[in-house]
């Protein structure tokens, strides 16, 4: 007879990260186990403090995947290897991330249980109409970074009975005074002003660090075999918005390119991501969740203005050192 006082586990790439920190958190205030995949002894450190347990390894550790996968009742992949800034070869990305998915699918298999996967909100193409779209959108026709490919092949294992599901985070993950958004404020404070593009007319969707978590393990308990969530929060705001608060927070101006000059001079990853419009929205996650809103009520311009990334204007201004990056 199976023990009921039982803790389930989730085991997480990535638990260490932005996101990964979060859900750890949550998780573990919810009554899981949490093991976390981990690099390095700082990570192993800070997972250990989080309460969950480290287990040394990166996406090439296949046995490593395979053995955890095994043993937990969930498995969450954040991890998707790959540095913007560094524009390596995709294809080796994509051929490392089915290596993993498929490390996770042989130890899943026939199980029914749950293995949740991550996505961006810009996999989809925005509405000619200016409408909001829903996870049935097509790819964008300039899609720099085929990671629908990586999502297609993730979902491709669910008819081996594994209940696999795909949440794409929105393009800005902001709260806690991290992600994109401090990487931004470090480029403003470097370059002596913010950047964007075609005046920052493109609209954006956001999401808090917290509710995106919240939604990973509402996912865990309800999502359906096959499926592709957005993770993103009702409302839209323009790049200009963004870029004006976070200037305004730095006391510096901002500088706005045409695509193909931002692109020529920082790469067609940047130029994209600040010329994108995304309306996602996530009505879908919400019906069948039941997820709501909570931490980020107020949203995004609000959290730089006066919320989370007051304290990290402060410390850039004053010279501090900051080694937060992209994604961290």
Same mark, same amino acid.
């Given at each position: 007879?199976?023990?009921?006082?039982?803790?389930?586990?989730?085991?997480?790439?990535?638990?260490?990260?932005?996101?990964?920190?979060?859900?750890?958190?949550?998780?573990?205030?919810?009554?899981?186990?949490? +093991?976390?995949?981990?690099?390095?002894?700082?990570?192993?450190?800070?997972?250990?403090?989080?309460?969950?347990?480290?287990?040394?390894?990166?996406?090439?550790?296949?046995?490593?995947?395979?053995?955890?996968?095994?043993?937990?009742?969930?498995?969450?992949?954040?991890?998707? $290897?790959?540095?913007?800034?560094?524009?390596?070869? +995709?294809?080796?990305?994509?051929?490392?991330?089915?290596?993993?998915?498929?490390?996770?699918?042989?130890?899943?298999?026939?199980? /029914?249980?749950?293995?949740?996967?991550?996505?961006?909100?810009?996999?989809?193409?925005?509405?000619? =109409?200016?409408?909001?779209?829903?996870?049935?959108?097509?790819?964008?026709? $300039?899609?720099?970074?085929?990671?629908?490919?990586?999502?297609?092949?993730?979902?491709?294992?669910?008819?081996?009975?594994?209940?696999?599901?795909?949440?794409?985070?929105?393009?800005?993950?902001?709260?806690?005074?991290?992600?994109?958004?401090?990487?931004?404020?470090?480029?403003?404070?470097? /370059?002596?002003?913010?950047?964007?593009? /075609?005046?920052?007319?493109?609209?954006?969707?956001?999401?808090?660090?917290?509710?995106?978590?919240?939604?990973?393990?509402?996912?865990?308990?309800?999502?359906?075999?096959?499926?592709?969530? =957005?993770?993103?929060?009702?409302?839209?705001?323009?790049?200009?918005?963004?870029?004006?608060?976070?200037?305004?927070?730095?006391?510096?101006?901002? !500088?706005?390119?045409?695509?193909?000059?931002?692109?020529?001079?920082?790469?067609?990853?940047?130029?994209?991501?600040?010329?994108?419009? /995304?309306?996602?929205?996530?009505?879908?996650?919400?019906?069948?969740?039941?997820?709501?809103? !909570?931490?980020? !009520?107020?949203?995004?311009?609000?959290?730089?203005?006066?919320?989370? +990334?007051?304290?990290?204007?402060?410390?850039?201004?004053?010279?501090?050192?900051?080694? !937060?990056?992209?994604?961290?």
């Amino acid at each position: 007879m199976a023990d009921a006082t039982k803790k389930q586990r989730i085991f997480m790439t990535g638990a260490s990260g932005y996101v990964g920190t979060s859900i750890t958190e949550q998780a573990i205030a919810d009554g899981y186990e949490v +093991y976390g995949l981990s690099r390095s002894e700082s990570n192993d450190e800070k997972l250990r403090k989080l309460g969950a347990v480290p287990v040394r390894g990166d996406l090439s550790s296949l046995d490593v995947l395979r053995r955890e996968a095994a043993a937990a009742d969930v498995v969450i992949h954040l991890v998707h $290897d790959f540095n913007p800034r560094d524009m390596r070869d +995709y294809k080796e990305v994509i051929k490392a991330q089915a290596a993993a998915t498929d490390a996770f699918a042989d130890a899943l298999q026939g199980t /029914n249980k749950v293995l949740l996967t991550t996505g961006g909100a810009l996999m989809a193409k925005s509405d000619p =109409n200016g409408g909001e779209t829903d996870e049935t959108a097509p790819t964008p026709d $300039d899609e720099i970074i085929p990671r629908t490919l990586v999502e297609k092949h993730d979902l491709s294992v669910a008819p081996k009975g594994i209940r696999v599901a795909s949440i794409r985070l929105a393009p800005f993950v902001y709260g806690r005074g991290g992600s994109g958004v401090r990487l931004f404020m470090q480029m403003g404070a470097r /370059n002596g002003f913010v950047l964007t593009v /075609n005046e920052g007319a493109a609209t954006t969707t956001s999401v808090h660090v917290d509710d995106a978590a919240r939604l990973y393990l509402l996912a865990a308990k309800h999502a359906r075999a096959g499926e592709v969530y =957005n993770a993103t929060a009702p409302g839209f705001v323009t790049h200009r918005e963004i870029v004006d608060a976070i200037a305004g927070l730095l006391d510096v101006p901002v !500088k706005s390119l045409p695509l193909a000059v931002a692109t020529e001079k920082m790469g067609a990853f940047l130029g994209r991501f600040l010329s994108a419009d /995304n309306k996602s929205s996530s009505a879908k996650a919400r019906k069948e969740f039941g997820w709501e809103i !909570k931490e980020g !009520k107020a949203g995004i311009i609000e959290d730089i203005k006066n919320g989370s +990334y007051v304290p990290v204007a402060q410390a850039i201004k004053s010279g501090a050192p900051d080694g !937060k990056t992209w994604g961290s």
